[in-house]
């Protein structure tokens, strides 16, 4: 009896064992370290910070995070993310990205490589006069229009960060802050008025008052009361357009 021959069972598992470490020893396993990015912000301004371009495949997955709580997220995502300053600090924040890209090698097989990466974030410090009035002129925008909507700021050379803005009457407009610009926005939905409050940052507020126009060449019906009404095909356009302009507002935000 040969007691240096290989049972079958046995050489077939230390075929399988071999395999195995062959295939992990051709998978990569990558960690790189990117070098950081430093940017100086202004408060209530923003900024987008980009995920490293994809060498080989595709951004798998992107992981932003931020400690310091002045520092807030408007947008975060596999492309990038948009970041912008709420309050004033002192010092440098940091705000850390890990990325895995993913690609496929010679082989067809699936490889990662991840990616860390660090945003340092100072706030500029400047000598910015706050607003001690505030006002808006009243607008007129058409259906489907978006119109911004500049304040009158007193003194002149006053900087506005705005804080909220709060519907109060109509339903006829929308009316909203652009986070990415700071600015008041508008557009119209159906003829009427609609009012809002907006405040500032340092407590000053106004009301901004949008006026829809009604357009022109639309033949109106009379009800029953004898109030003129729109023809009902034109109730059904307007109320497939509003959906429409609710789905841009939402993305805008």
Known sequence: MNMNKTPKRTKLRIF???????????????????????????????????????????????????SNPNIKFIKKDNAGAQVKITSSFSGTAIIELVCVEKYNDKNNRTQAITYYKQFKISCI??????????????????IGEIKEIKP?????????????????SGNSASIWIDSYSNVIKAIGRRPGITTSEIVTTNGKKAIVTVTVAKP???????DNKGNK?????????????????TKTIQNKK
């Open 16 to 66: 399988i064992l071999v395999s195995l470490m062959l295939m992990i020893s051709q998978m990569t396993f990558a960690y790189v370290t990117l070098p950081s990015t430093q940017y100086s912000i202004k408060i209530g301004e923003t900024k987008f910070l980009s995920v490293p371009s994809a060498t080989r495949g595709y951004i798998d997955k992107a992981i932003w995070t931020c």
């Open 125 to 142: 410090s400047t000598n910015t006069v706050a607003p001690t009035s505030i006002s808006f002129p009243k607008i007129q925008v058409k």
């Open 152 to 168: 009158t700021v007193r003194p002149s050379n006053a900087t506005v960060i705005y804080k909220s803005c709060t519907l109060i």
């Open 216 to 222: 022109q060449s639309i033949t109106f019906i009379t």
């Open 229 to 245: 009404i729109y023809d009902t095909n034109l109730t059904k356009a307007v109320s497939k357009m509003e959906n429409l302009i």
